[in-house]
T-cell receptor, first 113, second 111 residues
């Protein structure tokens, strides 16, 4: 059974640039959620995709957007990067769109200079 | 507003020294309370789900309990490999699996 994989693991961008992060969900899981974890903080919910549709969003601006593909993999896109976007971005997959038992990847560490 | 507060922020124990971590919460319509473990540089790993006051779950040296306002994670005779950040999260009623996380307790167990 393949777990949740994310890429890239680390990246550095400058203010104003755009970034795309990728996630492959665990085998058999049809739901993907994205979380942002700043240093020393708990993860914060960005949004969730269930069967290719966004069906829940946290308190993040529209420049955070996403996609889910037919194979349930997902992308997180962030436009017009700001310094405060520096964080660990976590992807989590689950079976079903309403369970809190999530399987997290190891994250993508984004640094914005 | 849904909120989760964890204490202490950090805890240092000697191997074998039992203790408890606290998670207090306010949420409109608790659907579930979750404990996760996070090792440095890794994503959180699911430990337990608790659904109603009075419920208890155990796994090896860990035991989670739930009341109407808080949850405790009891660690009995910890070992150095139990060192990690322990995160508490709540899920309220709704059609998503959105979790509200606390800031975690950083546990260090010294041999």
């Amino acid at each position: 059974e393949t777990g949740v994989t994310q890429s890239p693991t680390h990246l550095i961008k400058t203010r104003g640039q755009q970034v795309t992060l990728r996630c492959s969900s665990q085998s058999g899981h049809n739901t993907v959620s994205w979380y942002q974890q700043a240093l020393g903080q708990g993860p914060q919910f960005i949004f969730q995709y269930y069967r290719e549709e966004e069906n829940g969003r946290g308190n993040f601006p529209p420049r955070f957007s996403g996609l889910q593909f037919p194979n349930y993999s997902s992308e997180l896109n962030v436009n017009a990067l700001e310094l405060d976007d520096s964080a660990l971005y976590l992807c989590a997959s689950s079976l079903g769109g309403s369970t809190g038992e999530l399987f997290f990847g190891e994250g993508s560490r984004l640094t914005v200079l | 507003e849904d909120q989760v507060t964890q204490s202490p922020e950090a805890l240092r124990l000697q191997e074998g020294e039992s203790s408890s971590l606290n998670c207090s919460y306010t949420v409109s319509g608790l659907r579930g309370l979750f404990w996760y473990r996070q090792d440095p540089g890794k994503g959180p790993e699911f430990l337990f789900t608790l659904y109603s006051a009075g419920e208890e779950k155990e796994k090896e040296r860990l035991k989670a309990t739930l009341t109407k306002k808080e949850s405790f994670l009891h660690i009995t005779a910890p070992k150095p490999e139990d060192s990690a950040t322990y995160l508490c999260a709540v899920q309220h009623g709704g059609a998503t699996n959105k979790l509200i996380f606390g800031t975690g307790t950083l546990l260090a167990v010294q041999p």
